[in-house]
Every structure is written in C-alpha cells, then in structure tokens.
C-alpha cells in the first residue's frame, strides 16, 4: 500500500493535496508551522518540524510511509536536506515538485545575489525605501542598515518588536496581482525590492510592478539543496506515485 508524506507550504502543494484528496490516495499533509493561521487542506495535517533527520527518520517509519512529496518553498533548504537524507537513511521514494526559478525580463533591472547578507550589501547605505519581500524569517541582517525604510509584508502581524528601526508593515496573503503590488510600491515610494527567487505565479506580481515602475531588484538566488528527482508539474508527481 502506497501511503503519502506531502510536505507543504506552497501553492503547488496545496493544489497537489486537492489532486490526492479526488484520486482517494492515504496521504499526510506536513506544515513547518511557520504561520500562525496555515491554510486548511483536504487532508489529513500535521504542523510543526520533525526534529531533524533522526526524528523525519521515525514518523517515516512509525506511519509507515513509502512516497515523500516535497513541495516546500525553494528557499526551506535544511527541510528538503533533511528529506534527502531521512528517506535515504528509511528507504522511502523522495520527489521535489519544485517551480522554475524566475529569469529577468525585458525591462528588468536586477541584480543577483547568492544570500541575505549580499542583498544587504547591495542596498544604499541609507535613503532608500525598500519592499522586504523576504517573509519574517530574515529580517534581522538588514538592520546592519537602519537608514533605510523598510516595508514588510507579512502572513500574520507580528507578535514582538521587528529588528528595522524604521519599517511599515502590510499583513495580506497572497497571491497577489500586479496593479495591487504596483499600487503599493507606489503609495510607499519604493525605491528597491528586496525578493527571494522563490519562481511560481503566486508571487511574482511583484516583479511586474517593479518593471512598470522602474524600480530595481535585488534578487537572492536559491540556496542549494542535495541532489534529488525533480518533477515540475502535478500530473508528473501522480504519474511518478503510480509506477515509482
């Protein structure tokens, strides 16, 4: 019997967990328990961290799972390092379903960077009006450049006081347009975007609403994650469940 980790957090997961809720597959759905509201799925939840590869090991084991989905975010490397290494060490099949990075455009005007610490390198040192379209997780390294404003945009409003001296904060969930985004940066006065290259649709208006503006890009290329099977669509992760 095939049962079914899916670990979630991504649009492409959550349409996923509707494909296998209509084809009757025993399937789990894994949040990271990053959100303090995650979103509802067709089945079965757990939230939170396994406790590193030794305890993703044990749940492999203990449910008797025999396919992991990976469809994290592209920029949660130490969960699909550890699925790398948990399923290998259980002897369970591992797939990423995992977007195409973005590639600058026509009218672009960006400029790469291998991690956080060089997006903030590449910002001015003060006088800039910068959208952190970096989540929650990151935002302590850009107060090494206080004289900028920063404005956040976040899932849920923040419990404790923000590292930016200077900041606004936006909470919304996405996915969000390309008039709204541009709307926004304009009523701010942006002058960067500060962006992870996450790929996907649901959060790349963004990118067009810097390109109507003229505004520049930082953007933070993916961290590198060990070799695994990559599928790039949903229907090749079905396929992939029924003959794997």
């Given at each position: 019997?095939?049962?079914?980790?899916?670990?979630?957090?991504?649009?492409?997961?959550?349409a996923l967990a509707?494909?296998?809720?209509?084809?009757?597959?025993?399937?789990?759905?894994?949040?990271?328990?990053?959100?303090?509201?995650?979103?509802?799925?067709?089945?079965?939840?757990?939230?939170?961290?396994?406790?590193?590869?030794?305890?993703?090991?044990?749940?492999?084991?203990?449910e008797g799972i025999?396919?992991?989905?990976?469809?994290?975010?592209?920029?949660?490397?130490?969960?699909?390092?550890?699925?790398?290494?948990?399923?290998?060490?259980?002897?369970?099949?591992?797939?990423?379903?995992?977007?195409?990075?973005?590639?600058?455009?026509?009218?672009?005007?960006?400029?790469?960077?291998?991690?956080?610490?060089?997006?903030?390198?590449?910002?001015?040192?003060?006088?800039?009006r910068v959208f952190?379209?970096?989540?929650?997780?990151?935002?302590?390294?850009?107060?090494?450049?206080?004289?900028?404003?920063?404005?956040?945009?976040?899932?849920?409003?923040?419990?404790?006081?923000?590292?930016?001296?200077?900041?606004?904060?936006?909470?919304?969930?996405?996915?969000?347009?390309?008039?709204?985004?541009?709307?926004?940066?304009?009523?701010?006065?942006?002058?960067?975007?500060?962006?992870?290259?996450?790929?996907?649709?649901?959060?790349?208006?963004?990118?067009?609403?810097?390109?109507?503006?003229?505004?520049?890009?930082?953007?933070?290329?993916?961290?590198?994650?060990?070799?695994?099977?990559?599928?790039?669509?949903?229907?090749?992760?079905?396929?992939?469940?029924?003959?794997?």
């Amino acid at each position: 019997m095939t049962r079914i980790l899916l670990l979630g957090g991504t649009t492409e997961a959550s349409a996923l967990a509707k494909q296998l809720a209509v084809a009757g597959r025993d399937a789990v759905f894994s949040y990271a328990g990053r959100t303090a509201r995650p979103a509802s799925q067709p089945l079965p939840m757990r939230l939170g961290g396994f406790g590193g590869v030794a305890g993703l090991v044990e749940y492999l084991r203990s449910e008797g799972i025999t396919h992991v989905v990976d469809a994290t975010h592209p920029f949660a490397a130490q969960m699909s390092a550890n699925a790398v290494a948990g399923c290998g060490e259980a002897g369970v099949a591992l797939c990423a379903l995992e977007r195409q990075p973005w590639e600058a455009g026509e009218g672009d005007s960006w400029g790469r960077v291998a991690d956080m610490q060089g997006a903030v390198e590449a910002l001015p040192q003060s006088g800039a009006r910068v959208f952190l379209a970096i989540g929650k997780q990151n935002l302590d390294v850009f107060a090494a450049k206080p004289g900028n404003h920063y404005l956040l945009r976040l899932v849920d409003a923040p419990e404790a006081a923000l590292p930016l001296p200077d900041c606004a904060v936006v909470v919304a969930r996405g996915p969000f347009d390309a008039a709204g985004d541009q709307a926004l940066m304009a009523e701010h006065g942006i002058t960067h975007v500060v962006a992870k290259n996450a790929g996907g649709v649901g959060a790349e208006a963004k990118l067009h609403a810097a390109r109507a503006l003229g505004v520049p890009i930082v953007m933070i290329d993916r961290p590198q994650v060990p070799d695994r099977k990559i599928l790039r669509s949903l229907g090749e992760v079905m396929t992939w469940l029924e003959h794997s």
